[in-house]
C-alpha cells in the first residue's frame, strides 16, 4: 500500500521536474552576456575573435537546436553530473559548492534540533493553558517575531553581542589555517551563536503557532472527551492521546522547515558573513556567474521537490486514514 | 436605539468610538433576537474586529504609518541633491540650543561646524554646543563638545572651525585645534613655525580652518597655511600679499586676502568666477574695503561707506542681491556655507542664498529685536545685539533621524521611502491575490485536467526557493531597468513568485464549500448554478482572500526590504525602507552609525506588526470558531 502511495507521488513529481528544469534552463539562457565569449580572452586580437568565438560555441553546443541544448543540459546536469565551470572561483561549480553546503548543513542541523525542543513543550502548554498570561505572552513574541526581518535580527545581536559586548566574531568563518584542535571547534561554536539564535528566533514565531492551533484542535476533539471521562489523568490525555494525534500536521511542517531553511537563510548567512550556500547565491549573482547561478538555483529546486515529497510519504506514514486513499 | 445599536449600522462611527473602547469596556447585553436581527456577516465581522484591542492598535499604528509616509512625502520634497559637507551626522535637534550661561557674558565671535557651535566670550573662554559630530574612527577624534582643559586655562583670543573640529590661539599665541583633525590641522607644522621666525611673526591675530587645513594670520600681516596635501597646493599664497594681510575670509578651497590698503586679493580655485570676476574698483584701490565674507563660490564685500559689492557663481542665486534690499547702509555681513547676511543700521537683516536645511526662514520678529551683528557659519546663524547677547537663532536645528551618507535628511527619506515600500507591497500583493483568485477559481471550479495542471504549475512556483530566484531574476531581468521601471519589476516579481498558498487555499475552500449542506439546499431549491457560486460559496471564500492579502502584505514589505538590503530590490536614489538599510553591511555603519539602519528598520518592524495585527484580528473576528481558542 504504501509503495503504491509512494510510486503515485514520484509520477507525479515528473511534470514538476520537467517544469522546474525547463524554467531553469530558459533562465541561463536568458542571462546577459554570450557564454562562449566569456570562456575567452577578452584581449584576443578581433580577427582571431571570431573564429575563437565560432569554435566556442560548437564546443559548448550553441550552434544546436534549442531542444537539443536543452537535453544536453539536463544530460550534463544528471547523468554526468557535471555542473560546469564557476567564472567567479575559476574551478569547477562542483569543487565549489562543497563546503559551502557543508557549513549550511552544520548551520541548519544545530537549528533544527534546538527549535524543536524549544517550540514543542512551548506550543503544547500554550494549547493546554489557553487564554493564559504565558499563552498571551508568546503569542505576542510570535507576532513579534514574524514582523521583524531576519537581517534586522542578525544586525541587532551583532551589535549588542559582538559590537558592544565583544562576546562572539563580528562575521566570517572560524580559520583553520589560524587554530588548531578544540580552539577550532570552540571557534566554530562561537561563529555559530549568533545566526542560530537569530533563525531560531524567526522559525520558533511560526512553529509555536502551529504547534498550538494543532494541539487546541486534537484537544477538542470527542475522542479526548471520552479520555477524560474515563478518569485517565490530564498528563496521559495531552500527551498519550492528544499530542500523538496533533504529531500528524506537525511532522508535515517540521520537514518544510527543515529544508526551507536552506534557501531561506540566504539573508542571514550574508549579514553574518557566514560561508553557506545561502550566501553562495548571493555571491554568485553579484559575480554573473551564471553556472554557479543556475547550480544553485536547481540544488534549491531538488531539495524542496525532495522536502515535499518526505512530506507526503511521513504524511502518509503517521496517517493511516491517507494510506487508505 | 441604545448606542450600541448605531454603531452596528455606522462603521465610521464606530470606528472613532473604537478608540474609547481601547480603554473603556462597555457592558451593554442584548438579547439573542435583537441581535440576530441587526446584523449581518459583513456586519458582525467588523463588530467583532473593533471589539478586539490588538486590531484596533494594529489599525491606529498603520494609519499613523500610512499618513507619515504618503501626507508627509507630500509635505517634504526629496533632495536630490548630494552635499558631502553633511554625511553621517547623528539626530539631534540642538545644533542652534546654545547655553544658558551665554547670556551673562560677552559674546565677540560664534563659529560652527556640521552639526556644532562655538562662542568665543570676552573672558577669553570657548562654549561649545550642538551635537557631537560623529566619530568616523575610535581614536581619530576627541569628543567635540568637551573643550579640552588646556583651553579652558587660557586666554583664547580668535576660534574658527572646520566642518568637524575647532581651532582657537591664546593671547600667548599658543594654538590649540580639536576634533577631526587628521591632516595634522590641530598644530601649527615646523616648517610654519620656521617660517613664522624667519618673517618675524610674533602674535597671531586670526585663526581660518577648512575641511582639510589651518591657517593662521599673523600681526605683521604674513599667512601661513598647512594641512592636506590637496589644500595646500590648491593655495598658493601670493608673495605680492605677504606682509600687508590685514583679514582673511575663506570658503573650503578658495580665499580672500584683506589688504592693508584696502584692496582685495583672491586665492585658490583658480579659472572660477570667484577668481576671475574680482570688480576692478576692489583692486585698484578707488574703494576702501573693509569687511569680506566668503562662501566656497562667492564673495561678499562691505566698503567703508557701508556699500556692499558681490560677485561669484550664479548658483543658489548667490550673486544677486535680494530684491527687497538696497545695499548700502550695512554694518554687519557674513557667510555660511551657501548664503550670505546682512545687516542694516536699522537693524534689518537680509539672508540669501540655497534654504535646504532652513537658512532662509528668518524669525518672524528679527528686524525688531536691535540686531546689530550676525555670526554664520556652515548652516547655522546667530543674530547678536549690542549688548553681545544672542537675540535670534536660524537654520539648521538638526536632523531629527540623522543624515545619511550622502549628507541626506533620514527622516524626508524615510516618509519617501515608506511611501515606496508601502506602494511596492500593495500593488505586489494586488497582483499575487488577482492570479491566485483566477488560477484558484477555475481550479475548483471546473476541475478535470486544467485542476492537475494548474495545481502541478503551482508546485513547479513553490518548488524553486523565492529569495533565490527573486535575486536571480533581478539580474536577469533587472538589469537594463531604470529607477521606476526597476520598482515595478520589484511589484511584479513578488506577485509573480507568491500566488500559490492563496489559490491552493481558494481551491480547496471551494470544494470545500460545494460539498455543504447550504448548497445542497440552494440547488434543491431550483437556484441556477452560477448565482450558487457567486452568491453562496464566493463570499465565503472572500473571507480568506482578505485575511491572505493582509498577511501577505505584512511579509511583502518584509520581503522588498530584505531584497533591497541585499542589493536586488529599489535602487538609489529612490528611497525606500530596504535599500536605505543596506549601508548596514558595513561594520562602520554597524558600530558608529547606528541611526542609518535602526531608524529604517524599526518603521519596517511597525508597519509589519501592524498589518499582522490587522491581520489576525481579521482572521479572529471572520472565524466564528476562533473565540473558542
Given at each position: 500500500?504504501?509503495?503504491?502511495?509512494v510510486?503515485k507521488?514520484?509520477i507525479?513529481l515528473i511534470p514538476?521536474?520537467?517544469g522546474?528544469?525547463i524554467?531553469l534552463?530558459a533562465?541561463s539562457r536568458a542571462m546577459p552576456?554570450?557564454?562562449?565569449?566569456m570562456?575567452?580572452?577578452?584581449d584576443m586580437?578581433p580577427?582571431?575573435?571570431?573564429?575563437?568565438l565560432?569554435s566556442?560555441?560548437?564546443?559548448l553546443?550553441?550552434?544546436?537546436?534549442?531542444?537539443?541544448?536543452?537535453f544536453?543540459w539536463?544530460?550534463?546536469y544528471?547523468?554526468?553530473?557535471?555542473?560546469?565551470?564557476?567564472?567567479l572561483?575559476n574551478?569547477?561549480v562542483?569543487d565549489?559548492?562543497g563546503?559551502?553546503?557543508r557549513?549550511?548543513?552544520?548551520?541548519?542541523?544545530?537549528?533544527n534540533?534546538?527549535y524543536l525542543?524549544?517550540?514543542?513543550?512551548?506550543g503544547i502548554k500554550?494549547a493546554?493553558k489557553?487564554?493564559?498570561?504565558f499563552?498571551n505572552?508568546?503569542q505576542?513574541?510570535?507576532?513579534?517575531?514574524?514582523?521583524?526581518?531576519?537581517f534586522?535580527?542578525?544586525?541587532?545581536l551583532i551589535?549588542i553581542?559582538?559590537?558592544n559586548?565583544g562576546w562572539f566574531?563580528?562575521?566570517?568563518?572560524?580559520n583553520?589555517?589560524?587554530l588548531?584542535?578544540?580552539e577550532?571547534?570552540?571557534?566554530?561554536?562561537?561563529?555559530l551563536?549568533?545566526?542560530?539564535t537569530t533563525?531560531?528566533?524567526?522559525?520558533?514565531?511560526g512553529a509555536i503557532?502551529y504547534t498550538?492551533?494543532?494541539m487546541i484542535?486534537?484537544?477538542s476533539?470527542?475522542?479526548i472527551?471520552?479520555?477524560r471521562?474515563k478518569g485517565?489523568s490530564?498528563?496521559?490525555?495531552?500527551?498519550?492521546?492528544?499530542?500523538?494525534?496533533?504529531l500528524?500536521?506537525?511532522?508535515?511542517i517540521?520537514v518544510g522547515v527543515?529544508?526551507?531553511?536552506?534557501?531561506?537563510?540566504a539573508v542571514?548567512?550574508m549579514?553574518?558573513?557566514?560561508?553557506?550556500?545561502?550566501?553562495m547565491i548571493?555571491?554568485?549573482?553579484?559575480?554573473r556567474?551564471r553556472?554557479?547561478?543556475?547550480?544553485?538555483?536547481?540544488?534549491?529546486?531538488?531539495v524542496?521537490?525532495t522536502?515535499m515529497?518526505?512530506?507526503?510519504?511521513?504524511?502518509?506514514?503517521?496517517?493511516?486514514r491517507?494510506?487508505l486513499? | 436605539?441604545?448606542d450600541?445599536?448605531?454603531t452596528?449600522k455606522?462603521?465610521?462611527?464606530s470606528?472613532?468610538?473604537m478608540f474609547?473602547?481601547?480603554?473603556v469596556?462597555?457592558?451593554i447585553?442584548?438579547n439573542?433576537?435583537?441581535?440576530?436581527a441587526?446584523?449581518?456577516?459583513?456586519k458582525?465581522?467588523?463588530?467583532?474586529f473593533?471589539?478586539?484591542?490588538?486590531?484596533?492598535?494594529?489599525?491606529?499604528l498603520f494609519?499613523?504609518?500610512?499618513?507619515?509616509s504618503f501626507?508627509g512625502s507630500l509635505?517634504?520634497?526629496?533632495?536630490?541633491?548630494l552635499?558631502?559637507t553633511?554625511?553621517?551626522?547623528?539626530?539631534?535637534?540642538?545644533?542652534?540650543?546654545?547655553?544658558?550661561e551665554?547670556?551673562d557674558?560677552?559674546i565677540?565671535?560664534?563659529?560652527?561646524?556640521v552639526?556644532?557651535?562655538?562662542?568665543?566670550?570676552d573672558?577669553?573662554?570657548?562654549?561649545?554646543w550642538g551635537?557631537?559630530p560623529n566619530?568616523e574612527?575610535?581614536g581619530i577624534?576627541?569628543?567635540?563638545l568637551q573643550?579640552?582643559?588646556?583651553i579652558?586655562?587660557?586666554?583664547?583670543?580668535d576660534i574658527?572651525?572646520?566642518?568637524?573640529?575647532?581651532l582657537a590661539?591664546d593671547?600667548?599665541?599658543?594654538?590649540?585645534?580639536w576634533?577631526?583633525v587628521?591632516?595634522?590641522?590641530?598644530?601649527?607644522?615646523?616648517?610654519?613655525?620656521?617660517?613664522?621666525?624667519i618673517?618675524?611673526?610674533e602674535?597671531i591675530?586670526q585663526?581660518?580652518?577648512?575641511?582639510?587645513?589651518?591657517?593662521v594670520?599673523?600681526?605683521n600681516?604674513?599667512?601661513?597655511l598647512?594641512g592636506?596635501?590637496?589644500a595646500t597646493?590648491?593655495?598658493?599664497i601670493p608673495?605680492?600679499?605677504q606682509?600687508?594681510?590685514v583679514y582673511?575670509?575663506?570658503?573650503?578651497?578658495?580665499?580672500?586676502l584683506?589688504l592693508?590698503?584696502?584692496?582685495v586679493?583672491?586665492m585658490?580655485d583658480?579659472g572660477?568666477?570667484?577668481?576671475?570676476?574680482?570688480p576692478?574698483?576692489?583692486?585698484?584701490?578707488?574703494v576702501?574695503?573693509v569687511?569680506?565674507?566668503?562662501t566656497?563660490r562667492n564673495?561678499l564685500?562691505?566698503d567703508d561707506?557701508?556699500?556692499?559689492?558681490?560677485?561669484?557663481?550664479v548658483?543658489?542665486?548667490?550673486?544677486s542681491f535680494?530684491?527687497?534690499?538696497?545695499?548700502?547702509n550695512?554694518?554687519d555681513?557674513a557667510?555660511?556655507y551657501?548664503?550670505?547676511?546682512?545687516?542694516?543700521?536699522?537693524?534689518?537683516?537680509?539672508v540669501?542664498?540655497?534654504?535646504?536645511?532652513?537658512q532662509?526662514?528668518?524669525?518672524?520678529?528679527?528686524?525688531?529685536?536691535?540686531?546689530?551683528?550676525v555670526?554664520?557659519?556652515?548652516?547655522?546663524?546667530?543674530?547678536?545685539n549690542?549688548d553681545g547677547?544672542i537675540?535670534?537663532?536660524?537654520?539648521?536645528?538638526?536632523y531629527?533621524?540623522?543624515?545619511?551618507?550622502?549628507?541626506r535628511?533620514?527622516f524626508t527619506r524615510i516618509?519617501h521611502g515608506g511611501?515606496?515600500?508601502?506602494t511596492?507591497?500593495?500593488?505586489?500583493?494586488?497582483?499575487?491575490t488577482?492570479?491566485?483568485?483566477?488560477?484558484?477559481?477555475?481550479s475548483?471550479?471546473?476541475?478535470?485536467?486544467?485542476?492537475?495542471?494548474l495545481?502541478?504549475?503551482a508546485?513547479i512556483?513553490?518548488?524553486?526557493p523565492f529569495?533565490?530566484?527573486?535575486?536571480t531574476?533581478?539580474f536577469v531581468?533587472?538589469?537594463?531597468?531604470?529607477e521606476?521601471?526597476r520598482m515595478?519589476?520589484?511589484?511584479?516579481?513578488l506577485?509573480v513568485?507568491?500566488?500559490?498558498?492563496?489559490?491552493r487555499?481558494i481551491r480547496a475552500q471551494l470544494?470545500l464549500?460545494?460539498e455543504?449542506?447550504?448548497?445542497?439546499?440552494a440547488?434543491?431549491?431550483g437556484i441556477k448554478?452560477r448565482?450558487?457560486m457567486?452568491?453562496?460559496?464566493?463570499p465565503h471564500v472572500f473571507?480568506?482572500?482578505i485575511?491572505?492579502?493582509?498577511l501577505q502584505y505584512?511579509s511583502?514589505?518584509?520581503?522588498?526590504?530584505?531584497?533591497?538590503?541585499?542589493?536586488?530590490?529599489i535602487?538609489e536614489?529612490?528611497?525606500s525602507?530596504g535599500?536605505?538599510?543596506d549601508?548596514?553591511?558595513d561594520?562602520?555603519?554597524?558600530?558608529?552609525?547606528?541611526?542609518?539602519w535602526?531608524i529604517p528598520a524599526?518603521f519596517?518592524v511597525?508597519?509589519?506588526l501592524?498589518?499582522?495585527?490587522?491581520?489576525?484580528?481579521?482572521?479572529?473576528a471572520?472565524d466564528?470558531?476562533?473565540e473558542e481558542r
Amino acid at each position: 500500500m504504501l509503495i503504491k502511495f509512494v510510486i503515485k507521488r514520484l509520477i507525479l513529481l515528473i511534470p514538476v521536474l520537467l517544469g522546474i528544469t525547463i524554467m531553469l534552463f530558459a533562465l541561463s539562457r536568458a542571462m546577459p552576456g554570450d557564454p562562449a565569449r566569456m570562456m575567452l580572452n577578452p584581449d584576443m586580437r578581433p580577427e582571431l575573435m571570431e573564429a575563437a568565438l565560432q569554435s566556442m560555441r560548437e564546443r559548448l553546443g550553441l550552434d544546436q537546436p534549442i531542444v537539443v541544448q536543452y537535453f544536453r543540459w539536463l544530460y550534463n546536469y544528471f547523468v554526468l553530473g557535471d555542473f560546469g565551470h564557476s567564472s567567479l572561483f575559476n574551478r569547477p561549480v562542483n569543487d565549489v559548492i562543497g563546503e559551502p553546503l557543508r557549513n549550511t548543513i552544520i548551520l541548519n542541523a544545530t537549528i533544527n534540533v534546538i527549535y524543536l525542543i524549544i517550540a514543542l513543550p512551548i506550543g503544547i502548554k500554550m494549547a493546554v493553558k489557553r487564554g493564559s498570561l504565558f499563552d498571551n505572552s508568546w503569542q505576542v513574541f510570535s507576532l513579534a517575531a514574524f514582523s521583524v526581518p531576519a537581517f534586522f535580527l542578525g544586525l541587532s545581536l551583532i551589535f549588542i553581542f559582538s559590537i558592544n559586548l565583544g562576546w562572539f566574531p563580528i562575521g566570517g568563518m572560524p580559520n583553520r589555517a589560524l587554530l588548531q584542535g578544540t580552539e577550532y571547534t570552540l571557534q566554530w561554536v562561537r561563529t555559530l551563536v549568533l545566526p542560530a539564535t537569530t533563525l531560531i528566533i524567526i522559525s520558533l514565531a511560526g512553529a509555536i503557532r502551529y504547534t498550538r492551533n494543532a494541539m487546541i484542535d486534537a484537544l477538542s476533539q470527542d475522542y479526548i472527551r471520552t479520555a477524560r471521562s474515563k478518569g485517565l489523568s490530564e498528563k496521559v490525555v495531552i500527551y498519550s492521546h492528544a499530542f500523538r494525534n496533533a504529531l500528524i500536521p506537525i511532522s508535515t511542517i517540521i520537514v518544510g522547515v527543515v529544508f526551507s531553511l536552506f534557501a531561506g537563510a540566504a539573508v542571514t548567512e550574508m549579514v553574518f558573513g557566514y560561508n553557506g550556500i545561502g550566501r553562495m547565491i548571493v555571491a554568485a549573482v553579484q559575480g554573473r556567474d551564471r553556472n554557479l547561478i543556475i547550480s544553485m538555483q536547481l540544488f534549491f529546486s531538488m531539495v524542496s521537490v525532495t522536502a515535499m515529497l518526505v512530506a507526503d510519504i511521513v504524511y502518509g506514514l503517521i496517517d493511516p486514514r491517507i494510506k487508505l486513499k | 436605539m441604545s448606542d450600541n445599536n448605531s454603531t452596528g449600522k455606522k462603521v465610521g462611527k464606530s470606528f472613532l468610538s473604537m478608540f474609547k473602547r481601547l480603554f473603556v469596556r462597555d457592558k451593554i447585553e442584548k438579547n439573542i433576537l435583537e441581535e440576530e436581527a441587526m446584523r449581518t456577516p459583513m456586519k458582525a465581522v467588523m463588530h467583532r474586529f473593533i471589539r478586539n484591542k490588538m486590531a484596533i492598535i494594529g489599525f491606529s499604528l498603520f494609519v499613523a504609518i500610512f499618513l507619515f509616509s504618503f501626507v508627509g512625502s507630500l509635505l517634504n520634497p526629496l533632495d536630490r541633491a548630494l552635499d558631502l559637507t553633511n554625511t553621517n551626522i547623528r539626530p539631534s535637534r540642538n545644533f542652534l540650543r546654545y547655553p544658558r550661561e551665554l547670556a551673562d557674558l560677552n559674546i565677540v565671535k560664534i563659529i560652527s561646524g556640521v552639526s556644532f557651535s562655538a562662542a568665543l566670550t570676552d573672558d577669553g573662554n570657548i562654549h561649545v554646543w550642538g551635537a557631537e559630530p560623529n566619530r568616523e574612527m575610535e581614536g581619530i577624534s576627541q569628543f567635540m563638545l568637551q573643550v579640552p582643559e588646556e583651553i579652558q586655562e587660557a586666554h583664547i583670543v580668535d576660534i574658527a572651525a572646520g566642518t568637524r573640529f575647532i581651532l582657537a590661539v591664546d593671547d600667548e599665541g599658543n594654538f590649540y585645534g580639536w576634533g577631526h583633525v587628521a591632516h595634522g590641522q590641530a598644530e601649527i607644522t615646523s616648517d610654519m613655525r620656521r617660517m613664522m621666525s624667519i618673517n618675524r611673526t610674533e602674535k597671531i591675530v586670526q585663526v581660518l580652518a577648512g575641511t582639510t587645513w589651518a591657517a593662521v594670520l599673523g600681526d605683521n600681516g604674513f599667512l601661513y597655511l598647512w594641512g592636506s596635501i590637496q589644500a595646500t597646493s590648491t593655495f598658493v599664497i601670493p608673495t605680492a600679499a605677504q606682509g600687508r594681510i590685514v583679514y582673511v575670509a575663506a570658503g573650503h578651497h578658495n580665499m580672500i586676502l584683506l589688504l592693508d590698503d584696502g584692496t582685495v586679493m583672491p586665492m585658490g580655485d583658480r579659472g572660477t568666477e570667484f577668481f576671475l570676476n574680482v570688480p576692478p574698483e576692489l583692486q585698484d584701490g578707488s574703494v576702501r574695503i573693509v569687511e569680506v565674507a566668503v562662501t566656497n563660490r562667492n564673495v561678499l564685500a562691505r566698503d567703508d561707506t557701508g556699500q556692499l559689492h558681490l560677485w561669484g557663481s550664479v548658483i543658489d542665486g548667490l550673486n544677486s542681491f535680494p530684491e527687497d534690499m538696497v545695499p548700502d547702509n550695512v554694518v554687519d555681513i557674513a557667510s555660511a556655507y551657501n548664503n550670505f547676511v546682512a545687516v542694516k543700521d536699522t537693524g534689518e537683516v537680509f539672508v540669501w542664498g540655497s534654504n535646504t536645511l532652513g537658512q532662509l526662514n528668518l524669525p518672524r520678529n528679527i528686524n525688531q529685536a536691535g540686531v546689530t551683528q550676525v555670526f554664520a557659519d556652515a548652516f547655522q546663524f546667530y543674530a547678536v545685539n549690542a549688548d553681545g547677547d544672542i537675540v535670534e537663532t536660524w537654520g539648521n536645528r538638526g536632523y531629527i533621524f540623522g543624515s545619511d551618507q550622502w549628507g541626506r535628511d533620514i527622516f524626508t527619506r524615510i516618509m519617501h521611502g515608506g511611501r515606496v515600500s508601502l506602494t511596492v507591497g500593495i500593488i505586489g500583493v494586488i497582483i499575487a491575490t488577482l492570479i491566485a483568485i483566477i488560477i484558484g477559481l477555475s481550479s475548483g471550479y471546473f476541475g478535470g485536467w486544467l485542476d492537475h495542471a494548474l495545481m502541478r504549475l503551482a508546485d513547479i512556483f513553490d518548488a524553486i526557493p523565492f529569495l533565490p530566484l527573486a535575486i536571480t531574476l533581478s539580474f536577469v531581468l533587472g538589469d537594463n531597468l531604470n529607477e521606476a521601471e526597476r520598482m515595478y519589476f520589484i511589484m511584479i516579481v513578488l506577485g509573480v513568485l507568491s500566488w500559490t498558498g492563496l489559490a491552493r487555499l481558494i481551491r480547496a475552500q471551494l470544494l470545500l464549500e460545494r460539498e455543504k449542506d447550504f448548497v445542497l439546499a440552494a440547488k434543491a431549491l431550483g437556484i441556477k448554478q452560477r448565482s450558487i457560486m457567486t452568491k453562496h460559496i464566493l463570499p465565503h471564500v472572500f473571507n480568506f482572500v482578505i485575511v491572505s492579502v493582509t498577511l501577505q502584505y505584512a511579509s511583502f514589505i518584509l520581503t522588498e526590504a530584505a531584497l533591497s538590503f541585499l542589493g536586488f530590490g529599489i535602487q538609489e536614489p529612490t528611497p525606500s525602507w530596504g535599500n536605505m538599510l543596506d549601508g548596514a553591511q558595513d561594520s562602520i555603519v554597524l558600530r558608529y552609525f547606528w541611526w542609518r539602519w535602526i531608524i529604517p528598520a524599526l518603521f519596517v518592524v511597525a508597519a509589519a506588526l501592524s498589518i499582522n495585527m490587522i491581520g489576525d484580528a481579521l482572521r479572529d473576528a471572520m472565524d466564528p470558531k476562533a473565540e473558542e481558542r
